[in-house]
């Protein structure tokens, strides 16, 4: 990002006018000029213009580089995760990289003068030589370190089943019940969500019908008041939920304790992990773990007809052969769309295997979804880190030099 200007003034014969060539790096570009006052002036502003290119040097780069690596980064972490869930679907090994840290190394520095005079003098005229110079020189070196994200205590983290006061408090902070038990909840009693699903795509179709049913309702009263999921106040280390019948939600609350085959004549039921030790009015859940839900969610990827055709992924089908679509249950949490070409108005997309995977921007339910499961994995997977060696990437030497 070097400018360089040398500003050359001769007596061009009896005219007695001054040829100027202003030499940019960019290029030259020639006027001409009447008298030396006007090359004066010409000199500042060639000077002044340079100098308005280093606004993005000093404090004011500090906001703009700020919110640019912020916004390059969190993109990136978005398609990483994008690409895990396709690769999810295809039986690829899921691989994560940590950003650990970000360097940005500036240098600029500023000259102006001249590099020399000549004047000869002449009976009939006076020539004068000006040779003024302005210099800018800057440089830019942005550095980011990644992290491998492996090692025992990061997969004991991500294949661990979610807690459950985690689960809960997604519910209590606003996310959509019918959402979060969509994602992250195998079983409740006797009712499942595709547990077969929380590993590589199973051949044969889920049955869950019931489950989301029973999901959608309880949906409805947490949201208008019917039912509430709060700390147990006997026994604080216990999470309860309490309906509150009335006479316009009372035929929801039966429907929900009828599919889940709890007593009608009680309102509060206790939830429970633990399948053998719980009586029959708990709420006995089982959670799925981020890497669980991540094969779980894949089967929402649009798979090309050429890659189903080849056999390089599962399929599933119903006892009859018939194949099973998927987006009968998750098209209200991810879609996953695919094409030949990069699409133009895309949330986040990948490139693998040939195609663009994709969701639209448009898409507000899938959004929402790839936003829970974002948050979910940041919490989860914490601190652990690889004690592998770090990846350090330099974006490049941006200097004008």
């Known amino acids: 990002m070097l400018h360089r200007i040398a500003i050359n003034g001769v007596a061009n014969g009896a005219k007695k006018q001054k040829t100027i060539d202003c030499t940019f790096s960019c290029g030259t570009f020639p006027s001409t000029v009447s008298s030396m006052g006007r090359l004066a002036r010409v000199f500042i502003l060639s000077a002044a213009t340079l100098a308005a290119g280093c606004r993005s040097m000093g404090p004011a780069a500090i906001s703009c580089d700020h919110a640019n690596?912020?916004?390059?980064?969190?993109?990136?972490?978005?398609?990483?995760?994008?690409?895990?869930?396709?690769?999810?679907?295809?039986?690829?090994?899921?691989?994560?990289?940590?950003?650990?840290?970000?360097?940005?190394?500036?240098?600029?520095?500023?000259?102006?003068?001249?590099?020399?005079?000549?004047?000869?003098?002449?009976?009939?005229?006076?020539?004068?030589?000006?040779?003024?110079?302005?210099?800018?020189?800057?440089?830019?070196?942005?550095?980011?370190?990644?992290?491998?994200?492996?090692?025992?205590?990061?997969?004991?983290?991500i294949f661990s089943p979610l807690?459950?006061?985690?689960?809960?408090?997604?519910?209590?902070?606003?996310?959509?019940?019918?959402?979060?038990?969509?994602?992250?909840?195998?079983?409740?009693?006797?009712?499942?969500?595709?547990?077969?699903?929380?590993?590589?795509?199973?051949?044969?179709?889920?049955?869950?019908?019931?489950?989301?049913?029973?999901?959608?309702?309880?949906?409805?009263?947490?949201?208008?008041?019917?039912?509430?999921?709060?700390?147990?106040?006997?026994?604080?280390?216990c999470l309860v939920v309490q309906f509150y019948g009335n006479d316009e939600n009372s035929q929801s609350i039966r429907e929900i304790k009828e599919l889940l085959d709890l007593p009608q004549r009680s309102d509060r039921f206790s939830f429970q992990e633990n399948?053998?030790?719980?009586?029959?009015?708990?709420?006995?859940?089982?959670?799925?773990?981020?890497?669980?839900?991540?094969?779980?969610?894949?089967?929402?990827v649009e798979i090309p007809n050429e890659h189903v055709e080849r056999g390089i992924v599962p399929i599933t089908r119903y006892p009859n052969g018939e194949l099973f679509d998927w987006s009968e249950i998750l098209s209200p949490l991810l879609t996953v769309h695919c094409s030949r070409e990069r699409p133009d108005s895309a949330f986040v997309a990948v490139s693998f295997r040939g195609y663009w995977f994709y969701i639209a921007d448009?898409?507000?339910?899938?959004?929402?979804?790839?936003?829970?499961?974002?948050?979910?994995?940041?919490?989860?997977?914490?601190?652990?880190?690889?004690?592998m060696p770090t990846l350090s990437v330099s974006i490049g030497d941006r200097s004008g030099n």
């Open 163 to 237: 807690p459950l006061p985690l689960i809960i408090s997604a519910i209590q902070s606003g996310w959509s019940a019918s959402r979060v038990f969509g994602v992250f909840v195998e079983r409740l009693n006797n009712l499942q969500n595709a547990p077969s699903a929380s590993g590589p795509t199973p051949t044969r179709a889920p049955q869950c019908d019931e489950f989301y049913r029973m999901a959608q309702l309880l949906d409805v009263l947490l949201r208008s008041g019917g039912a509430t999921i709060d700390i147990d106040p006997d026994n604080r280390k």
């Open 275 to 300: 399948f053998l030790g719980s009586v029959d009015s708990d709420l006995r859940l089982r959670t799925r773990s981020i890497q669980s839900a991540m094969f779980y969610l894949g089967n929402g």
């Open 69 to 157: 690596f912020n916004r390059a980064i969190a993109h990136t972490l978005d398609e990483q995760l994008l690409l895990n869930v396709v690769r999810a679907r295809y039986l690829e090994p899921i691989l994560f990289l940590d950003v650990g840290t970000v360097t940005d190394s500036r240098s600029h520095s500023y000259r102006a003068g001249t590099d020399g005079t000549k004047v000869f003098v002449d009976p009939s005229d006076k020539i004068m030589e000006l040779i003024p110079a302005v210099g800018i020189a800057a440089s830019q070196t942005p550095t980011v370190v990644y992290t491998p994200m492996q090692g025992r205590d990061f997969v004991r983290r």
């Open 362 to 387: 448009g898409d507000v339910a899938s959004k929402s979804t790839f936003l829970l499961l974002a948050n979910s994995f940041s919490l989860q997977a914490g601190d652990a880190k690889s004690l």
